[in-house]
């Protein structure tokens, strides 16, 4: 399984990115997806996760309605919606596979791994 994250970029505060996740794998479909987030000096952080179903978490501290996650099984690929970003944003998005088709919040339940797309949002 390869994961390809893009969709990283410069922004300022209250402006809106969308990151993609583009899976190999003729089973991609089942796979469950998350998105984790790592800033400078931190640990890994979850962020959003959709599974196998469509079913979708989200952190339940800094995330506040304002990212969306989804997926276009056609595509093979997932999307992180972010809107109304602020500087605590900034950090290195990751998406993450889960060959069981969960949407767990735990890093370990996820067995590959993306190699990160930077966002950095200005104030």
């Known amino acids: 399984v390869q994961l390809q994250a893009s969709g990283g970029g410069l922004v300022q505060a209250g402006g809106s990115l969308r990151l993609s996740c583009a899976a190999s794998?003729?089973?991609?479909?089942?796979?469950?997806m998350g998105w984790f987030r790592q800033a400078p000096g931190k640990e890994r952080e979850f962020v959003a996760a959709i599974s196998r179903y469509g079913g979708s978490t989200y952190d339940k501290n800094f995330v506040k309605g304002r990212f969306t996650i989804s997926r276009d099984n056609t595509k093979n690929m997932v999307y992180l919606q972010m809107n109304s970003l602020n500087p605590e944003d900034t950090a290195v998005y990751y998406c993450a596979a889960d060959l069981h088709g969960g949407s767990s919040y735990r890093p370990q339940s996820y067995e590959y791994w993306g190699q990160g797309t930077l966002v950095t949002v200005s104030s």
């Open positions: 794998g003729r089973t991609s479909s089942n796979y469950g």
